[in-house]
């Protein structure tokens, strides 16, 4: 079927549908919901089969829906209507949900029900659920709801029959800052955490601190630290912790208030926004071995399991920044000393890494400066991967991952990647040629040709589909709660095999051969001159791309490239 997506942004769960429907078989277009668009023009203009919104924040208009089955996913079990959906199950402390595929009509989330998928609710972050649970969900309700309408014969139900018996249709408002608001002095450790994960990544927790107004960003309880409701105690890799009435939470990033009139703002590492505000306080370097016994947070943790180390490594928004990028360097240099023969390297359940830190680089006194020193940066540990002879390394891929967070999962001797993961291998988008030796890694893995189309259609790509490309070699088929289990069973296996000592042999061998003839070394070099002259050029497309993207402007038109292409 030609299928149109319509969607407030081309966000994770929209990049999913649009590979997942297009791995099927379908052809996909995408239409953005911005102001000033003609929806009812535009939708003519596709002459779509069926219309699919996964993330749709205005109402379909009415030309439209009385003219083509639309099918809205909305992220809660039937009956549940709001915009604020998922907050409010966070916020509540619900543990089973659910998402909802149902068709529009004149009605917020009131119409017949397509398809309906019930999942559970970790203690996580909202953003890690909408990306784990949530999508795997969503997408599973969203492709039985086009298989039922291929068949042409599948009847909705009626919200008041799908519902469960005993249930109501329950409307839910906006959850506001009166309700997110914290009460330092009152509210449990439990409590604050909830309001935290239920607001993040947008809008935030609105609060007071050190004489300013931020939203709170991120939540990570503290088992030790203690002191007076409020006050902060200390930080840690950029995050910092402060008391509540009966403990502590970590908070890795704050946004400051907008001023009316200026320009809007962006979140940062926590102690990058306060500056000099912010006072003397200890840093808590938390040692990678041995593992520390009590709860805690940290972004890079190191442990062992027999012959297999593994190095995971969670930052918010899949966002590495220089410091971000030198200490992973270093903590992969101790992870390599360890009597190993197998390194597992990657995160648990959500993004494994989105390459550079755009909005430390926009918020640097010398933009330029920042963006060559964080890809210089992230091109060491790329490097030291890659050049990693005495034991295999595999990237295990728990989430989605984009440009040079894409590349340093290729740098491993193999890529483990989760069934729901979106992979994002191009960089033109943000106007840049992409360094992190791509021009070594992606040719190697997929040819030349095939590395040359994902990166000038800049397209997401499924797991299913990388692995079909060579991408990865190994598709891990479980929920976010699974995969490190599964990978801690896979890594264990392969340290266990005889050929895993020839491997490794083998690979000092390869190095050698490729470092007589086309140097590692020669690939940076020719990214790099690149990457530099984007970098130095004001008027160069980076600079104004980076600046919309860090401040969330909407653009003017949907972009080309999500215009139908023909299938791979």
Same mark, same amino acid.
């Given at each position: 079927? $030609?299928?149109?997506?319509?969607?407030?942004? *081309?966000?994770?769960?929209?990049?999913?549908?649009?590979?997942?429907?297009?791995?099927?078989?379908?052809?996909?277009?995408?239409?953005?919901?911005?102001?000033?668009?003609?929806?009812?023009?535009?939708?003519?203009?596709?002459?779509?089969?069926?219309?699919?919104?996964?993330?749709?924040?205005?109402?379909?208009?009415?030309?439209?829906?009385?003219?083509?089955?639309? /099918?809205?996913?909305?992220?809660?079990?039937?009956?549940?209507?709001?915009?604020?959906?998922? @907050?409010?199950?966070?916020?509540?402390?619900?543990?089973?949900?659910?998402?909802?595929?149902?068709?529009?009509?004149?009605?917020?989330?009131?119409?017949?029900? !397509?398809?309906?998928?019930?999942?559970?609710?970790?203690? =996580?972050?909202?953003?890690?659920?909408?990306?784990?649970?949530?999508?795997?969900?969503?997408?599973?309700?969203?492709?039985?709801?086009?298989?039922?309408?291929?068949?042409?014969?599948?009847?909705?139900?009626?919200?008041?029959?799908?519902?469960?018996?005993?249930?109501?249709?329950?409307?839910?408002?906006?959850?506001?800052?009166? =309700?997110?608001?914290?009460?330092?002095?009152?509210?449990?450790?439990?409590?604050?955490?909830?309001?935290?994960?239920?607001?993040?990544?947008?809008?935030?927790?609105?609060?007071?601190?050190?004489?300013?107004? !931020?939203?709170?960003?991120?939540?990570?309880?503290?088992?030790?630290?203690?002191?007076?409701?409020?006050?902060?105690?200390?930080?840690?890799?950029?995050?910092?912790?402060?008391?509540?009435?009966?403990?502590?939470?970590?908070?890795?990033?704050?946004?400051?208030?907008?001023?009316?009139?200026?320009?809007?703002?962006?979140?940062?590492?926590?102690?990058?926004?306060?500056?000099?505000?912010?006072?003397?306080?200890?840093?808590?370097?938390?040692?990678?071995?041995?593992?520390?016994?009590?709860?805690?947070?940290?972004?890079?943790?190191?442990?062992?399991?027999?012959?297999?180390?593994?190095?995971?490594?969670?930052?918010?928004?899949?966002?590495?920044?220089?410091?971000?990028?030198?200490? /992973?360097?270093?903590?992969?240099?101790?992870?390599?000393?360890?009597?190993?023969?197998?390194?597992?390297?990657?995160?648990?359940?959500? *993004?494994?890494?989105?390459?550079? $830190?755009? $909005?430390?680089?926009?918020?640097?006194? @010398?933009?330029?400066?920042?963006?060559?020193?964080?890809?210089?940066?992230?091109?060491?540990?790329?490097?030291?991967?890659?050049?990693?002879? @005495?034991?295999?390394?595999?990237?295990?891929?728990?989430?989605?991952?984009?440009?040079?967070?894409?590349?340093?999962?290729?740098?491993?001797?193999?890529?483990?990647?989760?069934?729901?993961?979106?992979?994002?291998?191009?960089?033109?988008?943000?106007?840049?040629?992409?360094?992190?030796?791509?021009?070594?890694?992606?040719?190697?893995?997929?040819?030349?040709?095939?590395?040359?189309?994902?990166?000038?259609?800049?397209?997401?790509?499924?797991?299913?589909?990388?692995?079909?490309?060579?991408? =990865?070699?190994?598709?891990? @088929?479980?929920?976010?709660?699974?995969?490190?289990?599964?990978?801690?069973?896979?890594?264990?296996?392969?340290?266990?095999?005889?050929?895993?000592?020839?491997?490794?042999?083998?690979?000092?061998?390869?190095?050698?051969?490729?470092?007589?003839?086309?140097?590692?070394?020669?690939?940076?070099?020719?990214?790099?001159?690149?990457?530099?002259?984007?970098?130095?050029?004001?008027?160069?497309?980076?600079?104004?791309?980076?600046?919309?993207?860090?401040?969330?402007?909407?653009?003017?038109?949907?972009?080309?490239?999500?215009?139908?292409?023909?299938?791979?």
């Amino acid at each position: 079927m $030609h299928i149109l997506l319509l969607a407030s942004a *081309f966000n994770s769960l929209t990049q999913r549908t649009h590979a997942e429907l297009r791995d099927r078989g379908h052809t996909v277009a995408v239409e953005l919901a911005l102001p000033g668009t003609c929806l009812p023009e535009a939708v003519r203009r596709h002459a779509p089969q069926l219309i699919v919104a996964p993330m749709l924040k205005t109402a379909i208009p009415e030309e439209v829906w009385r003219a083509h089955t639309c /099918l809205v996913v909305h992220p809660g079990p039937v009956g549940d209507r709001g915009p604020s959906s998922l @907050d409010w199950a966070i916020h509540e402390g619900a543990q089973d949900w659910g998402v909802t595929v149902l068709q529009a009509d004149g009605e917020m989330d009131a119409g017949d029900v !397509w398809a309906s998928v019930r999942c559970r609710i970790p203690e =996580v972050s909202k953003s890690e659920l909408y990306r784990g649970e949530i999508a795997d969900a969503a997408m599973e309700a969203v492709l039985l709801a086009v298989e039922r309408f291929a068949g042409g014969t599948h009847v909705p139900l009626r919200q008041d029959a799908a519902r469960p018996a005993g249930t109501y249709p329950r409307p839910r408002p906006y959850l506001d800052q009166g =309700v997110r608001r914290i009460d330092w002095a009152e509210d449990s450790t439990r409590t604050v955490l909830r309001k935290l994960r239920a607001a993040d990544s947008q809008p935030g927790v609105l609060d007071v601190l050190l004489g300013g107004e !931020w939203y709170l960003h991120g939540g990570h309880p503290e088992g030790v630290l203690r002191g007076r409701p409020g006050e902060l105690l200390a930080t840690r890799a950029g995050a910092v912790c402060r008391a509540t009435r009966d403990g502590a939470v970590w908070i890795p990033e704050l946004r400051p208030r907008r001023v009316p009139g200026q320009p809007p703002t962006f979140k940062l590492p926590a102690v990058r926004a306060l500056g000099d505000r912010l006072p003397r306080l200890p840093e808590q370097v938390m040692p990678r071995l041995p593992e520390v016994p009590h709860r805690t947070w940290s972004d890079i943790r190191y442990r062992e399991d027999g012959d297999t180390g593994f190095l995971s490594f969670s930052f918010p928004g899949g966002a590495m920044s220089t410091e971000q990028c030198r200490r /992973l360097l270093g903590a992969y240099r101790e992870a390599c000393e360890r009597p190993t023969s197998v390194l597992v390297l990657g995160g648990e359940r959500d *993004f494994f890494s989105n390459g550079v $830190h755009l $909005h430390v680089i926009e918020a640097a006194d @010398d933009p330029a400066a920042e963006s060559w020193a964080n890809i210089n940066a992230i091109d060491d540990l790329v490097e030291a991967v890659l050049t990693t002879t @005495d034991r295999l390394v595999v990237s295990s891929v728990a989430g989605n991952a984009a440009a040079g967070g894409v590349m340093l999962a290729l740098a491993a001797d193999e890529v483990w990647c989760r069934s729901g993961a979106v992979l994002n291998p191009h960089y033109r988008l943000m106007g840049l040629y992409g360094s992190e030796y791509w021009t070594y890694s992606l040719p190697r893995r997929v040819g030349h040709s095939t590395a040359e189309r994902l990166m000038s259609q800049a397209l997401p790509v499924s797991s299913a589909g990388a692995l079909r490309l060579g991408l =990865v070699d190994r598709v891990v @088929d479980c929920g976010p709660d699974r995969f490190a289990h599964e990978v801690g069973g896979l890594a264990a296996r392969l340290a266990a095999l005889p050929a895993t000592a020839s491997r490794i042999t083998a690979k000092k061998t390869e190095l050698d051969r490729l470092e007589s003839t086309t140097p590692l070394a020669g690939f940076r070099e020719r990214e790099l001159a690149r990457m530099r002259r984007a970098f130095d050029d004001p008027d160069a497309p980076y600079h104004a791309l980076r600046r919309s993207f860090v401040h969330k402007e909407r653009p003017p038109r949907t972009p080309p490239h999500l215009a139908p292409v023909p299938l791979a």
